[in-house]
Each structure stands twice: as structure tokens, then as C-alpha cells.
């Protein structure tokens, strides 16, 4: 008998499973795939190895405006493609390690729920006082002739040789991160956002900018339009998409359905009564679902689809089971999207705020005004920050710029910690380094 089974390795599963074990309880782990789940086998860690080489390859075309001069440049996109599967091996076998404990227990197989305490795998059946489904996500597709001619994200990052042209459907994260790698190794690249601005759930002020931005670099974006099909024109292929009432075409010679990612529930979960809604598995504020004793987190209750999210899930799903206090403010979640320039959020728009009716102020800095922006050359930055007039905490932030996704965690902290925007405008912060660019904003309110 296990103290938890745990059906999933990915962040949320196995840092759970390796806290638990630390915790002296006994804990199984199923996974039917790699240890890592999505997000280090077919999602962040991939992604960002071939960001830094797509990073690398930006700074060597731009190396002029740095008084270098570089001749015959080649780019070689399977060497980049090995270094990601180095990255990819070197931190699976690390999370092997880090499960290597007499209390952990790792079953290889798909998983099936029996009953709240009983799981097969394989010919395996496990038993435990308690159950956390982590099972996680797979890309969604839209229900449009010729989807089947279109990549998922899992299937883009396998190719070790690089198209002419890219056809991305889809402007969110997934979308316009890859945008930006294989815009940057030379492919001639075209985002189809149906929505009015890239990237929805961000700030459509930064959200603009990156779009500017990337637009500068070669990137083709359409806003506000809607693909109808994708037909395969020989070795080619032809996306119809429609733009304030007139149809258009694309050609290219690969596309990419990039259109968000949906639950993956395990089979007899439904078969036991969790409730199951349009988003995920419903759960309440501990991560437990419609019967006692099971638990989901990370991507397969669709609260949160961002790897942290689902660490600190497991986190309160274990304390809950433990009968422990947790403090982590899971309302609190920053998020961010490396392309270049990096974008970086955490919590409220100013649109949401607007629609809240919330008493609100907005500030900005810009990049341009840094000293550490310019020396390095990234001047094109934004941070916009949103304050509670009445109590002058901050309710949200927004970063377009250099090393955006490593700023943004300063706000988080305040945040977290309840601190005002005046305790943040009074610390003292280095110089030259770019969160000055964040002081000079708290120090507007």
C-alpha cells in the first residue's frame, strides 16, 4: 500500500513524488512516456534551448552594429537540434536521480484509474491511501480541412533540417515562440492570430510591442483573422484564411497548428465520478477533485497550463494530504514568452482591471532610458506596471524587453510579500542592470 500514487511525471508529479518521499511517505509514480513530462521532453526546455541558439544567431547577424564584422556565417539548425536533445537527456537523467529513493517507487506504462485507491499499469495494480492525477496536456488542433497536414508543436521540434517557410496558426506563446526560433534561422515565417493582437492573455500594450518588434526582425503577423483550410499543393502547401471579410492565401512549405493544448484525462477517471468540465478536471483550492482523497494539478485541471504553476499545485495537493498549512499565493503565477524581445507578466491587465472597474493607476518605463539596455544594445523595452490607488499595492506588470522573464520575478516577490509600491521605489537596486528600468516605474506612483 502506497501513501500516494501519483499518475504522471512531469514538474508537478515528480517534484510532489520527491518532496513526499523527503516527508517519509511511500509514493508511486506512473509514467507512461519520458520522466519530465511535456514540459522538459516536448515543451520549455526544448523550446529554450533552440531560443538560445536562435539568440545566438540574432546577436552574429547584428554583430556589426557592434563593430564586427563576421563573414560566411552558417547556420547549422541540427547542431542546434543536438544541443537540445543534450540539454533535454542531461536534466532527465537529473529528475532520475532525484526520484532514486528507497521511498519512490517508478512504474513505466499508461496508466488507468480502477477506483480513488486502486491504479493499473500494465499488469501492475497499485494501491494508495491517495491519488493525484498529473497526467498533463496535449496540443489541441482547430476542426478545419487539412488539419492532418499541419505539425503540432511535439512534431516541429523532432525536424533536424529547417523548412524555406513557415505558416504558424496561431499567435499565443507556443505560436510565437517558434515564430521567433525559425525566423531566426533564416525561415521565412507568417503568424494567422484569430484574435485582434498576438498573444491574448498578456497586455495588448506589451503584446503590440512584441508584435512590433518581431515584425521588424521579418516576421509576417496577421491579426483578426480566421484559417479556414490547409491544402496540400505538391510538395507544398496553401493556408485559406479570412481578414475582415476577404480571403486569403498563403504558401509555404510547412505549417504549424499552434492553437492552444487541452487535458489529457486518464482513462477511468470519469468511469469513478470526477466531474470533468470544458477546462479540466474540476478541482477545489487544495487540488482535490470531486472524490475524497484524488487529486489533480498542473495542466490536467487547466486552472494554470504553465510548468511552476504545476509544482506549486503539488505542493498544496501534498500539504492538503498531509494536513499542513500552505502560504503560496497560487493567484500570484508569473508567465512569460521567450521570443525576442522576452515578454513577462504577472497578474492583471489593464483591460481586466478596466472590466473590474478597479481603482486603478498605470505607469511605463522604457528600455531606452537604461544605461544597461543600451550598453547591451537592447534598447527596445517597455514595463508597465498597474497600482490599487487606495492601498498602493501592485496588481500587475508587464515587461516587453531584455531579459524580461528574470525581472519580472522583483514584482512577483513584492506582490507575494504585500509590499507597497513605495517599499519597492525606496529599495535601493544596483546599477547598471536592467530592473532599474522597473525602480524608475514604482518611482512614477
Known amino acids: 500500500m502506497f501513501d500516494i500514487i501519483i499518475i504522471g511525471a512531469g514538474p508537478g508529479g515528480y517534484e510532489m513524488a520527491a518532496e513526499a518521499a523527503q516527508h517519509g511517505l511511500k509514493v508511486a509514480i506512473a509514467e507512461r512516456d519520458h520522466l519530465g513530462g511535456t514540459c522538459l521532453n516536448r515543451g520549455c526546455i526544448p523550446t529554450k534551448a533552440l531560443c538560445r541558439n536562435a539568440e545566438v544567431v540574432h546577436l552574429l547577424k547584428s554583430a556589426e552594429s557592434f563593430g564586427v564584422t563576421i563573414e560566411g556565417m552558417c547556420v547549422n539548425y541540427a547542431r542546434a537540434v543536438e544541443r537540445k536533445d543534450a540539454v533535454v537527456s542531461q536534466l532527465r537523467d537529473g529528475i532520475a536521480l532525484l526520484l532514486n529513493h528507497p521511498q519512490v517507487s517508478i512504474f513505466h506504462g499508461e496508466a488507468s484509474i480502477v477506483d480513488a485507491h486502486t491504479v493499473e499499469v500494465g499488469n501492475e495494480k497499485l494501491e494508495g491511501r491517495h491519488l493525484v492525477i498529473a497526467t498533463g496536456s496535449a496540443p489541441k488542433a482547430l476542426p478545419i480541412e487539412g488539419a492532418e497536414y499541419a505539425y503540432n508543436s511535439d512534431q516541429l521540434l523532432s525536424l533536424t533540417s529547417l523548412p524555406k517557410s513557415l505558416c504558424v496558426i496561431g499567435g499565443g506563446v507556443i505560436g510565437m515562440e517558434f515564430a521567433g526560433i525559425f525566423s531566426s534561422f533564416g525561415v521565412e515565417v507568417t503568424v494567422v492570430e484569430f484574435c485582434k493582437e498576438i498573444l491574448p492573455p498578456f497586455d495588448k500594450d506589451v503584446a503590440k510591442r512584441l508584435?512590433?518588434?518581431?515584425?521588424?526582425?521579418?516576421?509576417?503577423?496577421?491579426?483578426?483573422?480566421?484559417?479556414?483550410?490547409?491544402?496540400?499543393?505538391?510538395?507544398?502547401?496553401?493556408?485559406?484564411?479570412?481578414?475582415?471579410?476577404?480571403?486569403?492565401?498563403?504558401?509555404?512549405?510547412?505549417?504549424?497548428?499552434?492553437?492552444?493544448?487541452?487535458?489529457?484525462?486518464?482513462?477511468?477517471?470519469?468511469?469513478?465520478?470526477?466531474?470533468?468540465?470544458?477546462?479540466?478536471?474540476?478541482?477545489?483550492?487544495?487540488?482535490?477533485?470531486?472524490?475524497?482523497?484524488?487529486?489533480?494539478?498542473?495542466?490536467?485541471?487547466?486552472?494554470?497550463?504553465?510548468?511552476?504553476?504545476?509544482?506549486?499545485?503539488?505542493?498544496?495537493?501534498?500539504?492538503?494530504?498531509?494536513?499542513?498549512?500552505?502560504?503560496?499565493?497560487?493567484?500570484?503565477?508569473?508567465?512569460?514568452?521567450?521570443?525576442?524581445?522576452?515578454?513577462?507578466?504577472?497578474?492583471?491587465?489593464?483591460?481586466?482591471?478596466?472590466?473590474?472597474?478597479?481603482?486603478?493607476?498605470?505607469?511605463?518605463g522604457f528600455f531606452r532610458a537604461n544605461g544597461k539596455a543600451l550598453a547591451m544594445g537592447e534598447t527596445d523595452g517597455l514595463v508597465k506596471m498597474i497600482v490599487d490607488n487606495a492601498s498602493r499595492q501592485i496588481v500587475g506588470c508587464h515587461i516587453c524587453g531584455a531579459h524580461a522573464a528574470d525581472l519580472i520575478q522583483e514584482v512577483v516577490m513584492a506582490m507575494n510579500a504585500g509590499a507597497s509600491v513605495d517599499a519597492l521605489s525606496s529599495s535601493i537596486h544596483g546599477h547598471p542592470t536592467l530592473s532599474e528600468v522597473i525602480l524608475s516605474v514604482a518611482r512614477q506612483f
Not at 496540400?232 to 493556408?239: F, I, L
Open 211 to 364: 508584435r512590433t518588434a518581431m515584425s521588424k526582425r521579418g516576421v509576417d503577423i496577421k491579426v483578426g483573422a480566421a484559417v479556414k483550410a490547409i491544402a496540400k499543393c505538391g510538395d507544398a502547401y496553401e493556408v485559406t484564411y479570412e481578414a475582415k471579410g476577404k480571403a486569403c492565401t498563403i504558401a509555404c512549405e510547412a505549417v504549424l497548428m499552434a492553437v492552444g493544448r487541452r487535458p489529457v484525462i486518464p482513462a477511468g477517471a470519469e468511469a469513478i465520478g470526477i466531474k470533468v468540465n470544458s477546462r479540466g478536471i474540476e478541482v477545489d483550492e487544495n487540488m482535490q477533485t470531486s472524490v475524497p482523497g484524488v487529486y489533480a494539478i498542473g495542466d490536467v485541471n487547466g486552472l494554470c497550463m504553465l510548468a511552476h504553476a504545476a509544482s506549486a499545485q503539488g505542493m498544496r495537493a501534498l500539504h492538503a494530504i498531509e494536513g499542513v498549512p500552505d502560504a503560496t499565493i497560487l493567484s500570484i503565477v508569473p508567465s512569460a514568452v521567450f521570443t525576442s524581445p522576452e515578454m513577462a507578466m504577472v497578474g492583471l491587465t489593464e483591460e481586466q482591471c478596466k472590466a473590474q472597474d478597479l481603482d486603478v493607476s498605470v505607469k511605463k
